[in-house]
């Protein structure tokens, strides 16, 4: 059915790009400069094929992956088709959209694209969007912010190569991780970050808070200027290599123009110990023109960069915010939970597989059916669904917002970050508010 159901959402058929498309296209015509549109879309590969700028341009539309690692939305242009402007994955230009627990994939052949491979997961001409629990996997361009307003990430895992956060805007990254891929096929050659295209007004460009850099590549830096007034800023970022960094830290020649703003603040590697230098002055340069600046900030400058500054009027970390849900209770062949304040709905989960959507508060078992197979989600206003249900045996979603802990990241033995839901032994990665670090297995 392309029909929304009765809470709101668009639900697609696990794996079906032309069902997704669909729904798309009705959450386009029909979105609302007041009420949320809702696309739910199970675990799946959403295989666009070739198609490139699948367009959201309605307001105010959610869509929702069941989780980031198995979620996945991708495309595979042509390399004659390559370019900045025409190989997105998705295409923004409508206001205050919501993604959350998905991933988004580029999969044109980057390695033989020849000199370029410009492959956007993410070309963004909206405002206030918000991307919650987003993987994106590209080389090149991977992230686009292509526009003057505001946008706003949170625990996602962005790839790349050569400028794969890239754009205008005002972007802040809340407690993101970058991983460098492979410069080149054989592992050679250093990857930049950043490209940032800071004009008309805005004061910020891309502000990186409590990140992480994971370098796959043979060397990293963290920026270069591409035009207007770039700005730039690194504040608690951990290297997980930083043996790996330029000297520099940042590319100091501008493609367009030289840096206006590039700056650092307490970069730490994986033990919390600092790596970033006392002081780091560079003469960032285009032709004849020189902009010479200390790139090593003071407490007191670095703390200007907090969020609720950045954004005085727009609360995104509010708005991405994740309810909880407690204990689920067994009886009469059903299993039953405590109502979840402001919560939307309740999605249910068999085994690892969507089963359905309520606004009730219990879930009839089918026949052979176990309680201790279910997991139970709420929604908060934007239509993410949260952290899962306790099961009935008390085996709990993990404490991962304890006193003292500003993030908290999951990895698989492989060393792949994960979304933290998954089953099995994973690796618990959690950044402490005094910049330590801690790491243990845990089991699931």
Request: glycine share 10%; proline share 2%; charged share 20%.
């Amino acid at each position: 059915s392309t029909e929304k159901n009765e809470l709101g959402y668009y639900v697609c058929e696990a794996g079906n790009a032309g069902n997704f498309l669909t729904m798309l296209d009705l959450a386009n015509a029909n979105s609302s400069a007041t009420e949320r549109t809702c696309i739910f879309l199970p675990d799946g590969t959403y295989d666009l094929g070739k198609t490139v700028l699948t367009t959201v341009s309605g307001n105010n539309i959610s869509i929702i992956g069941q989780s980031m690692d198995k979620t996945i939305i991708k495309n595979a242009p042509d390399v004659k088709n390559e370019g900045i402007g025409t190989t997105a994955t998705l295409f923004v230009t409508g206001k205050n959209l919501y993604l959350q627990d998905l991933t988004l994939q580029n999969a044109l052949d980057y390695y033989a694209s020849g000199s370029a491979g410009r492959a956007v997961c993410l070309q963004d001409k909206g405002d206030n969007t918000i991307c919650k629990n987003v993987r994106m996997l590209s080389y090149q361009d991977t992230y686009y912010s292509n526009g003057n307003g505001k946008y706003y990430w949170e625990d996602s895992d962005i790839h790349g190569t050569v400028d794969f956060l890239c754009g205008g805007g005002d972007v802040y990254y809340n407690r993101c991780t970058f991983v460098t891929e492979l410069r080149q096929a054989d592992g050679k050659g250093e990857c930049t970050i950043a490209a940032p295209y800071t004009d008309n007004g805005c004061k910020w460009g891309y502000v990186m808070n409590d990140c992480t850099v994971d370098a796959k590549s043979e060397k990293f830096n963290f920026g270069r200027a591409w035009g207007g007034t770039p700005r730039l800023a690194y504040i608690n970022t951990t290297l997980l290599q930083p043996e790996k960094i330029s000297a520099t830290r940042f590319t100091t020649g501008g493609m367009n123009v030289p840096a206006d703003k590039f700056v650092e603040y307490h970069s730490v590697d994986a033990q919390g110990n600092v790596v970033s230098p006392e002081t780091n002055v560079l003469k960032f340069t285009k032709d004849k023109k020189v902009n010479e600046m200390e790139t090593i900030l003071t407490a007191e400058q670095a703390a200007e960069y907090a969020l609720d500054k950045v954004f005085p009027t727009w609360t995104p970390a509010a708005d991405a915010k994740q309810l909880g849900l407690g204990l689920l209770t067994a009886a009469d062949n059903s299993i039953s939970w405590s109502a979840v304040e402001g919560a939307k709905a309740y999605a249910v989960f068999c085994n690892g597989q969507f089963v359905g959507m309520t606004a009730a508060t219990t879930w009839a078992l089918g026949a052979g059916e176990k309680a201790d197979d279910f997991v139970v989600r709420a929604a908060n206003a934007m239509g993410g669904f949260g952290n899962g249900s306790t099961t009935t045996t008390g085996i709990n979603s993990l404490n991962v917002n304890a006193e003292g802990v500003a993030s908290t990241v999951f990895y698989d033995l492989q060393g792949a970050r994960v979304d933290g839901s998954q089953h099995g032994v994973l690796v618990m990665v959690q950044k402490m508010t005094d910049g330590s670090i801690k790491t243990a297995k845990v089991v699931k």
